[in-house]
């Protein structure tokens, strides 16, 4: 768990990472919370009134957590080919979600899966689909409804036992800029 001032810093860094993307400067976070210069995994989502606009992050702890968001709060607001990139005078009205994820465990039967508690990668070949672990609560899914949906997104059979896939759960340690979204 990240203190609180980490908290504050890493959203002020995704923040500010998009701002100057945005203003066509470049940006390099120096974060001064030691915690944000360990290697991390992250998603970062971009919401504007309640409907999501953007979510893109790194499955796997590769750098430094702060420029990990950095760099995923930049892409979720310009490259998420599912929507328009961010213009700069949307950014006063959107709020910013990080969600830091564990590493990934691997499992062999769907009961493993704890709704609300794990997220999911499923995987076969080179079809990836990622749901983070709110996404279920927020929609009301249960166990076999969240992972036919982590099917859907990879475009692979909705029937896991139909498929050559590998399943993954992981945690994550979600970090809210405010009230983004009511529950469906």
């Known amino acids: ?27 390099t976070p120096v974060p001064q919370n030691l915690e944000l210069r360990e290697p991390g995994a992250a998603f970062v989502s971009v919401w504007k ?9 790194s499955l796997k702890a590769t750098r430094p957590l702060a420029e990990t968001v950095s760099a995923a709060a930049v892409s979720a607001a310009t490259a998420d080919p599912r929507f328009p990139p961010l213009r700069i005078d949307e950014m006063p009205h959107v709020s910013l979600e990080i969600s830091l994820l564990s590493p990934l465990v691997r499992i062999h039967s769907p009961e493993e899966i704890e709704v609300g508690t794990h997220g999911l990668v499923v995987t076969s070949l080179s079809r990836k689909g990622v749901l983070l672990p709110q996404v279920a609560l927020e929609w009301g899914w249960d166990r076999g409804e969240f992972l036919r949906q982590t099917f859907l997104k990879a475009h692979l059979p909705h029937d896991p036992s139909q498929s050559v896939s590998e399943i993954y759960t992981f945690t994550a340690e979600v970090i809210r800029e405010g009230e983004h979204r009511p529950l469906p």
């Open 49 to 57: 009134g309640g409907e999501l606009r953007g979510c893109i992050g």
């Open 1 to 27: 768990m990240l203190s609180m001032e980490a908290q504050g810093e890493l959203l002020q860094i995704a923040r500010t990472a998009i701002a100057e993307h945005l203003h066509g400067r470049q940006f």
